[in-house]
């Protein structure tokens, strides 16, 4: 190959990369260094130039309680969600991965919420939350129990968003169980059915370990998702009651076109892009150095 | 094994196992939300109030939901939004992971991490840049600023390029004898060997456009522009007033197209959604 053919290469393959290129400098390089910027410079009054304030918006947001209360109900989210959900999902996988009578209804059962819109299930899980139709109070009334206002008391609302947020993700989760499992060889069954190997035993010192990278992989989707999909609480809650069902993304959207306060904004975003920051490198370190079985 | 013990075989036509009732028990109340949507759907909406297995059926919620809201427009959206985005998508992401493939580009390792980037930072978390752009585009409202921030997808790239570096130089290699351009080997050799992976990825950029909220919500502000999921979402606010049964009835129109296809291609969007990993 001639120096000029290999630059006319160069060339072609720079030119298919172009669409791309220009799409992703609009949508994610460009709007992630904005941001950026935006968090450090306070905007001047009436067509006043905007002024450098270097970390001082931080510091104000630091010193927002409300700030901590979202960041806390962030956290509480992704606690209550992630184990429960990777928990009942890996159990689905086993479920369905042995021999169950109704298989392919039970594995649709469990994947079919994956593929509803949030909106959809969050009009749904109304259904069930509401004060006084609602199915669930009408449920414990019917046993003599008081209702709980599920969605409006703020110790109990943040616990509704997360069990519906459970309901919608365990069942995707499970696929990539399944597949691990499929993957295995059925040859450490077969042996451990010949020592006699307890199924419990089995499990925890086969199969659990062996499904690690499945969890680790599942876990970086969780944890994207903890942070990134905010859309059932316009539904189900608006943050509310008093912030109590709050999360960062939803309190972005509503200092943004509620408040109008685009610098508060820039500066949780930023916030948010460490967090995600975190996970991306949690990602390309420790889960790319292992197999996956895919 | 004395003559006494069951075999496995046999006890699984008898008496179901702890392990069968947990699993269905735990099937049963995953379907049950949709399942309940169903029923509030199709009865008329005083029986939402006193449940009545055999209160009688109507189609009345629907018709009110249609006639209260112009979902025929939503729909025709929404079409409009999957299609544009699923095809600028496919082009934008072929040529791009044709590239990263075969070309040697300087600094290639660099700027694949650079377009990685995209799977963790989505287009809904920078919404407020977002919107700025999309502004000064002159694409708000418009169902193009809706979808063109997703054209250029990190993880259509990625899978793409991942299916066309497994395919043997020696088909691109005879084409060329053959006297093909680039383009022509891109198109005749390397794109019919992906399909599944266009498969594969189309299922799941579909179910994603089809579902997603929060950037169509931000981006559109009027009938002409706006999708299911945004119309559906401004229907069913508490505030508006709207009776459940009606509301219910919204809800199954928005995922009916969507949950048919699921259930008739089950395995595909399976399949898919595990190819994809990363939505």
């Known amino acids: ?294 | 094994m004395s003559a006494t013990t069951y075999s496995p075989r046999a006890r699984y036509f008898s008496v179901p196992s702890l392990e069968t009732v947990a699993a269905w028990l735990l099937a049963i109340i995953w379907v049950f939300p949709l399942l309940y949507a169903f029923w509030a759907a199709f009865h008329p909406s005083e029986f939402m109030v006193r449940f009545e297995l055999f209160a009688p059926l109507t189609l009345d919620n629907f018709v009110n939901a249609w006639s209260q809201a112009p979902f025929a427009r939503y729909y025709l959206n929404t079409f409009a939004l999957v299609t544009g985005v699923v095809i600028g998508q496919f082009v934008v992401c072929t040529l791009a992971a044709f590239a990263f493939a075969r070309f040697p580009i300087p600094g290639k390792n660099v700027l694949f991490m650079l377009v990685l980037i995209q799977l963790f930072v989505f287009p809904e978390v920078l919404i407020v840049e977002n919107y700025r752009i999309a502004s000064e585009l002159g694409l708000i409202n418009t169902i193009t600023g809706v979808g063109l921030p997703y054209v250029a997808s990190a993880l259509g790239i990625f899978l793409l390029r991942q299916t066309f570096k497994t395919i043997p130089r020696e088909l691109e290699d005879a084409a060329r004898i053959e006297g093909c351009s680039w383009l022509e080997i891109l198109w005749k050799v390397y794109v019919p060997l992906a399909k599944p992976t266009y498969l594969a990825y189309g299922l799941v950029s579909i179910s994603h456009h089809w579902n997603n909220f929060i950037w169509p919500l931000v981006v559109t502000n009027s009938v002409e522009s706006r999708p299911l999921t945004v119309g559906l979402g401004i229907f069913s606010a508490p505030e508006t007033g709207v009776n459940w049964a009606t509301v219910s009835a919204a809800t199954l129109l928005s995922i009916a197209p969507l949950l048919v296809a699921f259930l008739l291609f089950q395995r595909q969007f399976v399949q898919s959604f595990l190819r994809a990993g990363i939505r």
């Open chain 1, 1 to 294: 190959m001639t120096l000029t053919a290999h630059r006319k290469m160069q060339l072609y393959g720079a030119l298919l990369l172009l669409p791309a290129a220009i799409l992703l400098t609009a949508f994610a390089y460009l709007p992630t260094v904005t941001t950026v910027i935006n968090s450090l410079f306070l905007p001047g009054f009436r067509g006043a130039p905007t002024e450098f304030v270097g970390i001082e918006n931080y510091q104000v947001l630091f010193n927002d309680p409300t700030f901590w209360k979202v960041a806390r109900n962030n956290l509480v989210y992704a606690v209550g969600t992630i184990p429960t959900s990777i928990a009942l999902a890996l159990a689905m996988a086993l479920f369905v991965n042995g021999k169950l009578r109704g298989r392919g209804f039970v594995r649709m059962a469990y994947f079919t919420p994956t593929i509803l819109p949030m909106i959809a299930a969050a009009n749904i899980w109304m259904f069930f939350y509401a004060p006084q139709i609602g199915l669930f109070n009408k449920l414990l009334g019917a046993l003599g129990f008081s209702g709980v206002n599920w969605l409006g008391d703020p110790n109990v609302a943040l616990g509704s968003v997360i069990v519906m947020s459970v309901w919608k993700e365990a069942g995707f989760f499970m696929i990539f169980y399944l597949a691990a499992l499929q993957g295995m060889p059925p040859e450490l069954k077969e042996a451990a059915d010949l020592e006699g190997t307890r199924r419990w035993s089995f499990f925890w010192r086969v199969t659990f370990p062996l499904l690690m990278p499945t969890t680790l992989f599942v876990l970086i989707n969780a944890l994207i998702n903890a942070v990134r999909v905010v859309d059932h609480l316009f539904i189900l809650t608006k943050g509310g009651p008093n912030n109590a069902t709050n999360l960062l993304l939803y309190y972005v959207y509503e200092n943004a076109f509620s408040f109008f306060d685009r610098t508060t904004a820039a500066t949780i975003t930023v916030v948010i892009l460490l967090v995600l920051g975190v996970v991306a490198t949690l990602k390309f370190t420790i889960l790319d150095r292992r197999t996956h079985y895919q």
